[in-house]
């Protein structure tokens, strides 16, 4: 792995993170659990909102949640690029 992808990889792992904190700041769940409420909690969403069927809801949630680090680490590793190339 090269230092384009790692700050690809530390981008997409921060965003999701945030992504995490964002949707459980208000909960008193422990920090473990954060994972799985926050897959919980945007398939609700997406369920509620649109009301489509659950196994859709929940599908279309992994999708969400895979496109949010696939971007972040696509924008991370660009953006070093662009500042290793300045350097």
Do not use: H
Request: charge should be positive; hydrophobic fraction near 60%; aromatic fraction near 12%.
């Amino acid at each position: 792995m090269n230092i384009r992808q790692g700050a690809g990889v530390v981008t997409a792992m921060l965003a999701i993170v945030a992504f995490m904190t964002l949707l459980n700041s208000g909960s008193t769940i422990p920090m473990v659990n954060w994972p799985v409420e926050t897959y919980m909690g945007l398939t609700f969403t997406i369920g509620w909102l649109s009301g489509v069927p659950n196994w859709l809801a929940y599908m279309l949630a992994a999708v969400v949640l895979i496109l949010i680090v696939v971007g972040f680490y696509k924008m991370g590793s660009w953006v070093y690029g662009l500042i290793a190339d300045k350097l």
